[in-house]
Every structure is written in C-alpha cells, then in structure tokens.
C-alpha cells in the first residue's frame, strides 16, 4: 500500500473513531436527559394527582374518566396512590395497571423516598407524598412517546451526520495526503532522473525548514559524497592507465628494437636489462597502488597492534639501506624522559606504518644530494612526533599544496625517478592511524617531514 493511501485510511479511521465516540456521547448524553426530563414531568404529574384526589376537589370517577378518555388521544401519565400499609386509595386504570406495585416495592420507596422503574417501554416513579402530615405513597408511568420519536429523530440524524462527515473526512484526507506527499513524488522524480553522467544534479529544498528538507539535504550530501568518490575514481583509474601504459610501451619497444635485427649478446642483454628495470618500475608501481588500496581501509578492519617507532624505524632504515646502499638515516632521539616508552609506542598497523615512514625517508634521500634523511624522534603529552629532514633543493609554497596530490610530480622532480605515489600514500596511511603531517620547506633550504601520531 502507498503511503497515500496508508496516511488516507490510518486518518480516516483515526478520525471515524473519534467522531463516532462523540457522536456517540452525544446520544448517551440527550437520552439520559431525556429520561431525566420526563421524570421530572412523570413526578409532577403524581403530584398534582394526588393532592387533587387527597385534597378532595375532584373525585376518583371524574379523574378515572379523564385519564381513560385522554388515554385514546395521548400518552396519559397513570397514578396511583398507596397508604404506607400497601393500601390503594385511587388508581387511574386498575385494570390496566402499568406498575404492578407490590409490598416489596412499597417497602422499598419507604426506604429510599423516591425511586424510578421501569415496566418495559413505560417509565415510571416511585415517591413519598406527604399531605396533611401524613405519607402517602404514589406512582406514575406512561410512555414517552414525543421523547423517544425525538431521540430517534436524533439518532438518524446523527448516523447521517457520522456517514456524511466520514465520506467528507476520507476525501478531505485524501486531498491532504496528496498534498503534504507531493514533494516527496518530485524528490523521486529527480532521484530517478540522476546516474553516473550527472552527479552534480541536486534534489530540490524548498526552504520550508521540514522534514522533507532534512532528507533532501542528506540526500544531497551523499550525492556530493557520490560525486566526489566517482569523480576521484575516474581520475585514479585515469592516471594509473597512463602511468602503466608509460613501462609497458617502454618495454614492448625495447623489445621489438631488439628484434629488428641479430645483434650481439652484449646489446641483447642491454636490451634485456632496460626492459628488466622497467618491468620492475612497473612492479614497484603495482606495489604503490596495492598499498594504496590498503590504506583505504577503515581503522577497524586492519590488524592493529602496539609497536615502538624507534624499533620501526631501526628495521626501516636497514631496509632502506640494502635497497639502496648510497642512501643514509641518521636517527636521534630528543625525549625529555628516555625511560618513558609510552611516548614512542603508537597503536597500528606495522606493515602500514613501515610503507608511509620509508616513503617520507625515500623522499629525503632522493631530494638531496648527500642522500641523507635526518630523522629526530620525540613527543609530547599526547602525541609521538618524528621529524624527516634533509638538505635537499626543498619547495615552494605552490609545490607544498600539491606535493600530496596523487600522481602529482613536482617541478624539481624530473630528473627523479617516481610515480607521484608515495606522498599521498604516507598521508593516507598517517591519517588512517589518527595522525598528521606537517611539511615545512622552502626552496634550497631543504625539507623537514613532521608526523605526529598519538602514542599510549
């Protein structure tokens, strides 16, 4: 079932109940007034009987005659009075005797003075009449006729009423329905309308500060999330199609110059060699990308451990140095308390944090001409700081805006070789473990690296 329809029927039924329930109340309400209304007459009319029939003003015959003869015309009230012994000393109608009075009943309007019965469709009462100091018993009944044709004039009426007004609640519910959804129908119109060749498509917001406009702007910031992500995607797979495409057309030539012609061993195995060095750059840049993609992963789904930047770094370093013998670390630790571990122990991933560290130390030694990477290792209350400097030809501030911009290569960077990888890859990494990194450069003055990650 549409929402519509669910918000039409959940209202009409929510509303039917609670004008049944006052129409309802309304009938309950002019019935007990009318059975209080009528009483009041009922009692009147002993009353006045009785005190002419006690009084002795109009004999018993005369008053019989009157009751009988108005009886064919209208609902005739009929009385009877009792001495407090259950003796009858006038009845309107003995024959027809609509209160079958008995001494339990007598006994009982003794006890409570006044009473109300009911004989079937007649209602009538009970009462004590004192006259002349002495009580007297008397009842009346009859049958109202103009009361009960009124209440079931109102009855059809209200049941009219209640039909009426529930066909005018359903339509006028309906009609609300389609309304108040209606921008939901145009926030759906334009959600099918968006795909991949037009993400920067929005849902409307009409300003009316509701609900509606909170779920489009949720929307809408997840379209920009989208967008961002999709746009991100195709610039990755972009780049990381040209930067392959650079090894494989370097080797495929390589190796069909070799095959142009016999050559002796010694240019087959240059030729061999140079497609060997770009086979493994394109390996190197494989390797890059995987990382990358590791990076990418949220905190909670890598394993993640307790581990001493200073003993990182010593496995790095040596790492680096067998990799490339004419490269240099030198480490040095500035604590204010070298007993006090905890300011060099961080928690995360070891294999992560080894490809971000000797990413920003291959950096140094590849931008300065001594090779070196200087590496001061200290802390502070909450985090552990390890600081990456070198004497190399350092950046200006346009190069330090861009230097983490993937595949990015600096102007100082051709006669180097890279991938325009590693930097994005040791941010990634820094963040993915809660840290940062700071870079402070100017041209010819070097580069210092500043990672800060929170240690225990």
Request: proline letters at 2%; hydrophobic letters at 40%; one cysteine or more.
């Amino acid at each position: 079932m549409k929402i519509k329809a669910s918000l039409t029927l959940r209202n009409a039924v929510a509303t039917a109940t609670v004008f049944l329930f006052c129409l309802t109340l309304i009938y309950l309400i002019s019935l007990h007034n009318r059975a209080q209304t009528f009483a009041h007459d009922l009692k009147g009319e002993a009353i006045t009987k009785a005190h002419l029939f006690l009084n002795g003003q109009v004999d018993a015959e005369t008053m019989q005659s009157i009751y009988l003869n108005n009886k064919a015309f209208i609902n005739e009230v009929e009385v009877a009075v009792y001495t407090t012994d259950f003796e009858m000393l006038y009845h309107d109608a003995i024959d027809n005797d609509i209160i079958k009075e008995d001494r339990s009943m007598i006994d009982r309007i003794l006890k409570e003075r006044e009473i109300d019965i009911n004989e079937g469709r007649y209602q009538g009462i009970g009462l004590i009449y004192n006259h002349g100091g002495k009580d007297y018993i008397v009842t009346a009944a009859a049958y109202d006729g103009y009361g009960h044709k009124n209440m079931h004039g109102l009855l059809v009426t209200l049941v009219i009423l209640f039909a009426v007004g529930l066909t005018l609640l359903v339509l006028v519910g309906y009609i609300l329905a389609r309304s108040a959804l209606r921008p939901v129908k145009a926030i759906a119109a334009t959600a099918a309308r968006i795909n991949e060749t037009n993400l920067d498509r929005r849902l409307p917001i009409r300003k009316e500060k509701d609900e509606l406009d909170e779920l489009s702007a949720v929307f809408n910031s997840l379209l920009e999330r989208l967008e961002k992500s999709f746009n991100s995607q195709k610039s990755f797979v972009s780049n990381v199609s040209h930067e392959i495409k650079t090894p494989l057309a370097a080797i495929i030539a390589e190796l069909d110059l070799a095959l142009q012609k016999e050559r002796d061993p010694a240019q087959y195995q240059a030729a061999l060699r140079n497609a060997l060095n770009d086979a493994r750059g394109m390996t190197r840049l494989t390797e890059g990308l995987l990382n990358l993609a590791r990076a990418d992963y949220r905190p909670d789904k890598i394993k993640q451990e307790e581990i001493r930047l200073d003993e990182l770094l010593l496995d790095i370093t040596d790492t680096t140095g067998r990799a490339h013998p004419d490269y240099h670390a030198d480490i040095v630790f500035a604590l204010d308390n070298e007993d006090d571990d905890r300011m060099i122990t961080v928690v995360g991933n070891r294999y992560l944090l080894s490809v971000a560290l000797s990413n920003l130390i291959d950096n140094n030694c590849k931008y300065s001409d001594n090779h070196t990477s200087v590496i001061l290792i200290s802390g502070d209350s909450k985090n552990a700081v390890i600081r990456f400097s070198d004497t190399g030809r350092g950046m200006d501030e346009r190069e330090r805006a861009e230097i983490f911009r993937l595949f990015h290569r600096g102007d100082n960077s051709r006669d180097v070789k890279g991938y325009g990888i590693g930097m994005t890859l040791a941010l990634r990494i820094i963040k993915l473990h809660h840290g940062t990194i700071e870079v402070l450069s100017h041209p010819g003055e070097g580069t210092t690296f500043m990672v800060s990650i929170p240690h225990l």
